[in-house]
């Protein structure tokens, strides 16, 4: 399937999109930080699929969309 805008528009449209601290990322760790969990690390490139927030020490790693 061809792109249905030209290299100069798609570039300019991919260099918008944010792929670390989203506006739904970091309302989640305020609400997080309110609630009183801390501990965790945002965007640990060690575990598979770079999530955004994950407690090594636990095991969990969270993904925000």
């Known amino acids: 399937m ?3 805008v030209d290299a100069a528009t798609r570039s300019r449209i991919m ?3 944010k792929s670390k601290n989203t506006g739904l ?3 989640f760790r305020q ?7 801390r501990g965790y690390r ?6 598979a699929g770079v999530p955004d927030l994950a407690w090594t020490g636990l095991h969990v790693a969270v ?3």
């Not at 609400?31 to 969990?37: C, H, S």
């Not at 945002?42 to 575990?47: L, N, P």
């Open 2 to 4: 061809t792109d249905r």
């Open 15 to 17: 260099a918008r999109v």
């Open 25 to 27: 990322e970091v309302r």
């Open 31 to 37: 609400a997080l930080w309110r609630e009183g969990i």
């Open 42 to 47: 945002c965007h640990v490139t060690a575990i």
């Open 63 to 65: 993904f925000v969309d």
